[in-house]
């Protein structure tokens, strides 16, 4: 029987990264991200008065060293655990590496006063983090060991439509990233229209951003719907369904807060669940993606392969 204490680990990174990249988002809409003008320390200190931005802005970097020894830990059990599946070792230590990256550009968003590409970069990296968190705790979980494998057209429907979509997510978390650190969230003040249009006039970077990122929200939401058709038609089992009837309600969720967020004005509650959908959206979806490209090799327990990484199910 494998022993699960990898996949309990990389649970517990996902949902910390989960809450930390909503906390960021707190950070942001209460204008807190500058409450610690230095950096590691705030105010020259690593336990300040938590009181008004500095208790934000301090908890989120709390949070933030907490997941990097989580992590830590759970890259410890794949050497342990994870066996020929050295896949998941490399990538435990990339990990690694790339929280480090995105501490040092949460650092640098302080030392230069929040650059827009500085910042941006900052949140891209953790959706990155997230993304990776998520395939490791995919290939780590022992359900795989016991449900039946995708069928060759199911995974190469998760595999394409899955990925797809998680793309667009990730590029439309990008893109709202943008908006939040180029102060474009009210670029169109009015919905569905934008200025009164429906296409509006790019007279300046605030509208253009804004409407590309509702442009792109609108390909991401049909490459979801699109994938949950396709796991209907291809005769996905009942648990794939779920998950895919997961996406859609995320998507509608997500939606439904990115509307409120204007009409509120960019009110601190909808914006920052706002961001967290779009976080959980891309977890629930990379998650679907993986499922299509790990076989029983990759599972807790099973050959796996030293060289390639994961296999491609289906096709091994």
Same mark, same amino acid.
């Given at each position: 029987m494998p022993r699960p204490h990898l996949f309990r680990a990389l649970a517990v990174v996902v949902a910390w990264t989960l809450a930390l990249l909503f906390l960021g988002s707190v950070v942001h809409a209460t204008e807190s991200s500058l409450a610690c003008p230095d950096w590691p320390t705030c105010f020259g200190t690593m336990m300040p008065e938590m009181v008004g931005g500095v208790f934000w802005e301090h908890l989120h970097r709390l949070v933030a060293g907490g997941l990097i020894l989580i992590?830590?830990?759970?890259?410890?059990?794949?050497?342990?655990?994870?066996?020929?599946?050295?896949?998941?070792?490399?990538?435990?230590?990339?990990g690694v590496v790339l929280l480090l990256v995105q501490a040092v550009f949460g650092?640098?968003?302080?030392?230069?006063?929040?650059?827009? %590409?500085?910042?941006?970069?900052?949140? #891209?990296?953790?959706?990155?983090?997230?993304?990776?968190?998520?395939?490791?705790?995919?290939?780590?979980?022992?359900?795989?060991?016991?449900?039946?494998?995708?069928?060759?057209?199911?995974?190469?429907?998760?595999?394409?439509?899955?990925?797809?979509?998680?793309?667009?997510?990730?590029?439309?978390?990008v893109l709202g990233a943008v908006v939040r650190h180029t102060d474009s969230g009210m670029g169109c003040p009015d919905f569905p229209t934008c200025l009164g249009q429906w296409v509006p006039p790019m007279d300046t970077h605030f509208v253009a951003i804004h409407f590309t990122h509702r442009?792109?929200?609108?390909?991401?939401?049909?490459?979801?719907?699109?994938?949950?058709?396709?796991?209907?038609?291809?005769?996905?089992?009942?648990?794939?369904?779920?998950?895919? %009837?997961?996406?859609? #309600?995320?998507?509608? %969720?997500?939606?439904?807060?990115?509307?409120?967020?204007?009409?509120?004005?960019?009110?601190?509650?909808?914006?920052?669940?706002?961001t967290l959908g779009a976080a959980a959206l891309l977890a629930l979806l990379v998650h679907l993606a993986a499922r299509g490209h790990l076989t029983r090799a990759d599972a807790p327990g099973g050959p796996g392969r030293t060289a390639a990484g994961p296999h491609v199910a289906g096709v091994a």
């Amino acid at each position: 029987m494998p022993r699960p204490h990898l996949f309990r680990a990389l649970a517990v990174v996902v949902a910390w990264t989960l809450a930390l990249l909503f906390l960021g988002s707190v950070v942001h809409a209460t204008e807190s991200s500058l409450a610690c003008p230095d950096w590691p320390t705030c105010f020259g200190t690593m336990m300040p008065e938590m009181v008004g931005g500095v208790f934000w802005e301090h908890l989120h970097r709390l949070v933030a060293g907490g997941l990097i020894l989580i992590f830590a830990g759970a890259t410890w059990l794949a050497f342990r655990e994870a066996g020929d599946r050295r896949w998941m070792t490399r990538a435990s230590v990339a990990g690694v590496v790339l929280l480090l990256v995105q501490a040092v550009f949460g650092g640098l968003t302080v030392i230069y006063r929040l650059p827009d %590409a500085v910042s941006t970069t900052h949140l #891209a990296l953790a959706f990155g983090f997230l993304a990776l968190a998520v395939v490791l705790a995919t290939a780590a979980s022992p359900r795989r060991t016991t449900e039946p494998a995708p069928s060759p057209q199911v995974a190469r429907v998760l595999r394409q439509w899955g990925g797809g979509a998680a793309a667009l997510v990730f590029v439309q978390s990008v893109l709202g990233a943008v908006v939040r650190h180029t102060d474009s969230g009210m670029g169109c003040p009015d919905f569905p229209t934008c200025l009164g249009q429906w296409v509006p006039p790019m007279d300046t970077h605030f509208v253009a951003i804004h409407f590309t990122h509702r442009v792109v929200g609108v390909l991401a939401t049909l490459a979801v719907v699109g994938l949950a058709v396709a796991l209907v038609r291809a005769g996905a089992g009942p648990g794939l369904r779920r998950w895919a %009837a997961g996406a859609v #309600a995320l998507v509608a %969720a997500q939606f439904t807060l990115g509307v409120v967020s204007v009409l509120s004005i960019l009110d601190v509650l909808p914006v920052s669940l706002h961001t967290l959908g779009a976080a959980a959206l891309l977890a629930l979806l990379v998650h679907l993606a993986a499922r299509g490209h790990l076989t029983r090799a990759d599972a807790p327990g099973g050959p796996g392969r030293t060289a390639a990484g994961p296999h491609v199910a289906g096709v091994a």
